[in-house]
């Protein structure tokens, strides 16, 4: 019987992107074979969609399409179990193309999109056969469709945090460089009127709790209450940031400066709101090498 080390566990993992374990085993019942052990993954892995599909995927990646007119586009979130997964090229061919497929098909939500066409086969039918193919839960989680009064733009940062804006007028520099700046300054709304009531009022219950705390009279509280409430609103909406490229304009001066208008944006962040399993990847390795 051949030893099965981690690293061969390790070469085997980075070749199939099979869990751990699964790879140790096939590696096990191959007699240390490599080639035996990525068919015997390859086989096995064909029953194990429905049971991957119960653990938390929340790592992945965004990714957005936009028309070739500009005028329509999709901002995506596909999640999967692992970084590992997400950096698969065949799970990136496949939010890619899945991309692609909700801008054809139009689906109106997310329990809709599991049945359009994508390359002759369903959207739940490709899910399913990467996920026997790669070992892991991979699922999208969410989509935007934009219909454009202006012209859409698209950042993506890495793989995790994507931006499309709607912005009319300017040019396609101006559009990236406001789509940048969403993503580094993280804005909760274009104006005062897109910032939710609640949190503007919660912002200024505490101000007024500070001061009382601090002994400021009570003829004062109002007014450092507005204080307060003013510098929140300058940090949360986008028109009052400072533009990230430039500190001497704010975002409001520089769409002015370029006769442009922002009608809406969107930002998707991979795994937000999903709470995530800490994992040991160090020991993970540890545990297959000890079988």
């Known amino acids: 019987m051949a030893e099965i080390t981690a690293s061969m566990v390790m070469a085997l993992r980075a070749k199939t992107d099979a869990p751990m374990m699964d790879c140790k ?6 007699d240390g074979d490599m ?21 938390v995927a929340a790592e992945g990646a965004v990714v957005a399409t936009i028309s070739d ?49 994508m390359n002759g086969s369903s959207v739940e039918e490709v899910r399913a056969s990467l996920i026997g193919k790669i070992g892991e839960n991979i699922n999208p989680r969410r989509f935007q469709l934009l219909k454009a009064k202006g012209t859409l733009h698209a950042y993506i940062h890495g793989v995790k945090l994507g931006v499309i804006l709607d912005l ?19 804005p909760r709304a274009i104006d005062q009127s897109g910032v939710e009531p609640e949190l503007i009022e919660a912002e200024r219950r505490v101000a007024i709790e500070k001061a009382k705390e601090a002994g400021k009279p009570e003829a004062m509280l109002d007014k450092i209450a507005d204080g307060t409430v003013n510098k929140f609103l300058k940090e949360v909406t986008l028109l009052n940031q400072i533009f990230v490229k430039d500190d001497k304009i704010t975002i409001e001066g520089l769409l002015k400066n ?3 208008t922002i009608h809406s944006f969107t930002v998707f962040n991979v795994g937000e709101g999903i709470e995530k399993v800490e ?13």
């Open 168 to 186: 009319e007028g300017g040019n396609e520099e101006l559009g990236k460089d406001i789509a940048m700046h969403i993503a580094a300054a993280k």
């Open 258 to 260: 370029n006769n442009a």
């Open 25 to 30: 085993k096939a590696l096990t019942e191959a």
């Open 69 to 117: 007119d500009g005028k329509s586009g999709v901002l995506l979130e596909v999640n999967s179990e692992t970084d590992f997964c997400a950096k698969n090229d065949e799970f990136k061919s496949f939010v890619s193309q899945l991309s692609l497929a909700i801008l054809e098909h139009q689906p109106a939500t997310i329990e809709a999109l599991s049945g359009i066409d």
């Open 35 to 55: 080639q035996r052990a990525d068919e015997l993954l390859r086989v096995r892995f064909g029953n194990k969609a429905s049971k991957a599909s119960t653990r």
């Open 279 to 291: 994992t040991d990847f160090a020991a993970e390795v540890a545990a297959a090498s000890r079988g």
